[in-house]
Every structure is written in C-alpha cells, then in structure tokens.
Nanobody, 118 residues
Framework: QLQLVESGGGLVHVGGSLRLSCAAS????????VGWFRQAPGKEREGVSS???????YYADSVKGRFTISRDNAKNTVYLQMVSLKPEDTAVYYC????????????WGQGTQVTVSS
C-alpha cells in the first residue's frame, strides 16, 4: 500500500520560500503521476502542480514561474519548491499519487500547512 507523507510547511513572510516534500513508502513512486493540491479555508481543493513518470510537469496559472516540482526517484520523494510566496498561497498542501490521470485509485498524504503572512 502506497503511503505519502508531506513535510516542509510552515509560516513565512510574503516573498519567502519553502520546499515541500512528499515522501512515499510501500511502493516506488517512479511510475506514478504525483501532484500537489492545496485547500484554503472555505475553498475547494485545487490542483497546484503535477509531474509525470517521465518528468513532464504541469502548473496552475496562479503559481507558474514561482513553484517548481521535481522528483528524486532514488529517495522516492517529490518536491515542491515555492518562492515569492503570497498570502493567497496560504493553504494546506496535499500530495497525491496515481498511476495515470485516468486511474480512479488515488493516494493522498495527510497535508502540510503553509501560511504566508503579510
């Protein structure tokens, strides 16, 4: 069973940076599409970024140019580097993994809080 654990969240000031990690256990991540989602209070969960097994990446318009997703298959971990953070980036960030975008079987981490203060 694939288990995902996020870490790296915290409190930063506007313009600051954080690097989130999504560490997997139970299954190797290299054949999975891994995505980062976020959910702010009172809002629906939204997709932020994803990376395919062959390294192709996707970014929501709101984070393009500021966030970078990467994967380290040797460490079975996916990262989300976030720079130039804004208050509207404040949310709980979740890691998601599935074998393909059409696979209904998805795995989620427990989330990590990111708070950007102005």
């Amino acid at each position: 069973q694939l288990q995902l654990v996020e870490s790296g969240g915290g409190l930063v000031h506007v313009g600051g940076s954080l690097r989130l990690s999504c560490a997997a256990s139970g299954v190797t991540l290299d054949s999975y599409v891994v995505g980062w989602f976020r959910q702010a209070p009172g809002k629906e969960r939204e997709g932020v970024s994803s990376i395919s097994s062959d390294g192709n990446s996707y970014y929501a318009d709101s984070v393009k140019g500021r966030f970078t997703i990467s994967r380290d298959n040797a460490k079975n971990t996916v990262y989300l580097q976030m720079v130039s953070l804004k208050p509207e980036d404040t949310a709980v960030y979740y890691c998601n993994a599935r074998r393909s975008l059409s696979d209904p079987l998805q795995f989620w981490g427990q989330g990590t809080q990111v708070t950007v203060s102005s």
